[in-house]
């Protein structure tokens, strides 16, 4: 089945504890992306990858690193979590645009930081 | 389930009536339009993308419009059903940004029966 695989689903960790949040991806594509969601604001990237060892800032990056060292995963890294990083993540994979542009999402990872 | 939808739009149907979520994009130069289902507990699932060149796409139950001299983009559901509830978003991508993927704020709908 294809699938984005994100782990864990619920975290619960303290302040400065780092912490990682695992994705992979079975369907080959090129681009991968992070998204935290929180109420009212809608989904809001925290980096993307265009493909192997390529990744950028989206629009919410500080406090948060990310690595693609191989094609499926996309890990996300928080060194030092603090309280306002408490969020839904999620995260995506997809092909360009000039292929399918389809994206598909991860099931989620709810993070809480006290 | 998670509280995505605090102080979201709300539009609530009747079952069976058709159903209209309204999108204005910001960025004129996206050539790239999706819209996505959000239930409760899940992940964002793809409805029905468009793009810039075209002006309206079908799919099973759902039609997509797209109006580009007022940034526009609408999402129609035939005959909507209880499992339509959700929170749906528009999102925009444009080759100029890197084809990232800019989502709107969302609407939740809400069928009654």
């Known amino acids: 089945e294809a699938q984005v695989t994100q782990n864990p689903r619920y975290l619960i960790t303290v302040t400065g504890k780092k912490l990682t949040v695992t994705c992979s991806q079975n369907?080959?594509?090129?681009?991968m992306s992070w998204y935290r969601q929180d109420p009212g604001l809608g989904l809001r990237q925290i980096y993307y990858?265009?493909?192997?060892?390529?990744?950028d800032k989206g629009d919410v990056p500080e406090g948060y690193k990310v690595s693609r060292k191989e094609k499926r995963n996309f890990p996300l890294i928080l060194e030092s979590p603090s309280p306002n990083q408490t969020s839904l993540y999620f995260c995506?994979?997809?092909?360009?645009?000039?292929?399918?542009?389809?994206?598909?999402f991860g099931s989620g990872t709810r993070l809480t930081v006290v | 389930g998670e509280n995505v939808g605090l102080h979201l739009p709300t539009l609530s149907v009747q079952e069976g009536d058709n159903s209209i979520i309204n999108c204005a994009y910001s960025?004129?130069?996206?050539?790239?339009f999706i819209w996505y289902k959000q239930e409760s507990g899940k992940g964002p699932q793809f409805i029905i993308d468009?793009?810039?060149?075209?002006d309206k796409r079908q799919g099973q139950r759902v039609t997509v419009l797209l109006n580009k001299t007022v940034k526009h983009l609408s999402l129609q559901i035939a005959a909507t059903q209880p499992g339509d509830s959700a929170v749906y978003f528009c999102?925009?991508?444009?080759?100029?940004?890197?084809?990232?993927?800019?989502f709107g704020a969302g609407t939740i709908l809400r069928v009654k029966s």
């Open positions: 995506a994979s997809g092909s360009p645009p000039t292929k399918s542009g389809l994206w598909t």
């Open positions: 369907m080959n594509h090129e681009y």
């Open positions: 990858s265009m493909n192997v060892e390529v990744t």
């Open positions: 960025n004129s130069a996206s050539d790239y």
């Open positions: 468009i793009r810039s060149n075209m």
């Open positions: 999102a925009e991508s444009s080759m100029e940004y890197g084809n990232k993927l800019v």
